[in-house]
């Protein structure tokens, strides 16, 4: 396509994001969504959108869907009081994955502020895409964190739309299965849920094709089991005809995409073989669809693949990503993205540089150097 109409784009991004850590050696790095951040700005992006920076969610918008004892839990425990809050880890935060860390509520607040935002936005007809890469934390449940998320700020944006528009499409290409969403409007009829993932000896172990809903949302959940490995040609071959189905059929008003980055190739905990073409293919794909919008964040755990592909989406979002130069503009990350000016080049100069040192041997050739007896 030689030009593409254009859409209102509202970017929502918080600079203190990046900052937030779930603890040394964990996987989830919110760093990654200041990384996509820094691409977005060296691409020149920020000033063809508004650029919003989110009101912070409240413990009273939390409750819209976790339960008043979970909110007030994360708005009070401390790395220090966690093993007391939680009666020693089998309440609200269960294992490893979930850590008590520095600043987690006001991390929540920040993804959830970002989604409900967004939500805000669309539902006001203010914009066409509206875009919080930190947000999608899915695996979210009522009274408890799970899987790295602790405020769903999914269903939080989904039950915003809700108040307007009569029915809300959720997609979710995250390598993992989006249960907590499903679990939210399993039995409504008003939020059709479709997720993507890895199943078989695979976090968080649900989403079969039998799960479909209950009672009036008997039909309005889907699920799309998935073998390691998947290639942008077999995902899309899924992807196009099962979401083409279902906005002929479900004809929603709002579609929410979780755009979950650990479904590429190359990513520390997910197991799919997608390049950043079908990841983001299935953005444009929405994009074609002239529904409102609204794109998420979620998994991703090799950080320079997750920065890379939701800068890209940002720009496909955009309708700009063909003007995308694959030579990275300058920006604060340009040695670490690296080859370019680094590494070979670097150990070339410093091999070079070693066997300058060397003394040149005196020029005689092989055959004409004495010949040693052989033994
Ligand atoms: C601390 C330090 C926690 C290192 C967790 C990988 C770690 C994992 C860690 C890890 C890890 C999981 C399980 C086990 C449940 C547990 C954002 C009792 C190297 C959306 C969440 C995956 C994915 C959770 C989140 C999973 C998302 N995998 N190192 N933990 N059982 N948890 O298997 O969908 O991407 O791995
Ligand atoms: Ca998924
Ligand atoms: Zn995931």
Not at 95 to 104: K, R
Not at 363 to 369: G, I, R, Y
């Amino acid at each position: 396509m030689a030009s593409k109409s254009k859409r209102k784009v509202d970017y929502f991004h918080d600079p203190d994001v990046g900052a937030y850590t779930y603890g040394l050696g964990h996987p989830m790095k919110p760093h990654r969504i200041q990384v996509a951040h820094e691409l977005v700005t060296a691409y020149d992006m920020l000033p063809k959108m508004q650029v919003l920076k989110a009101k912070r969610a409240s413990a009273v918008e939390m409750t819209r869907f976790h339960t008043d004892e979970y909110v007030h839990f994360l708005h009070r425990v401390t790395p220090e009081t966690a093993e007391e809050l939680t009666y020693g880890g089998t309440r609200f935060l269960v294992g490893e994955d979930n850590p008590a860390f520095e600043g987690l509520s006001e991390f929540c607040s920040i993804s959830a502020g970002g989604s409900i935002g967004a939500a805000q936005r669309i539902a006001a007809g203010s914009s066409d895409i509206a875009i919080n890469w930190a947000g999608g934390l899915h695996h979210a449940k009522k009274r408890e964190a799970s899987g790295f998320c602790y405020i769903n700020d999914i269903v939080l944006a989904i039950l915003e739309l809700l108040r307007i528009y009569p029915r809300v499409l959720y997609i979710d290409i995250d390598c993992h299965h989006g249960d907590g969403v499903e679990e939210a409007f399993y039995t409504t009829n008003r939020v059709m849920t479709c997720s993507f993932h890895k199943f078989g000896e695979y976090f968080p172990g649900t989403g079969t094709q039998e799960d479909r809903g209950r009672g009036k949302g008997k039909g309005y959940a889907v699920n799309i089991p998935l073998k390691d490995g998947i290639t942008d040609e077999s995902y899309q071959s899924v992807f196009e005809p099962v979401v083409s189905k279902i906005l002929e059929v479900y004809k929603p008003s709002a579609v929410i995409l979780q755009c979950g980055a650990d479904s590429l190739s190359g990513d520390k905990l997910g197991c799919f073989n997608l390049t950043m073409y079908g990841h983001s293919h299935c953005v444009q794909f929405l994009r074609q669809q002239n529904v409102p919008l609204i794109l998420l964040g979620g998994g991703g755990y090799t950080v320079k693949n997750v920065g890379r592909v939701w800068a890209f989406e940002t720009a496909c979002a955009l309708g700009i990503e063909d003007e995308i130069d694959t030579n990275l503009p300058w920006n604060p990350y340009f040695e670490w993205f690296g080859p370019r000016t680094g590494s070979l080049d670097k150990v070339r100069i410093t091999a070079l540089e070693q066997l300058r040192e060397l003394i040149p041997a005196p020029s005689v050739q092989m055959h004409d150097a004495p010949r040693e007896p052989l033994g």
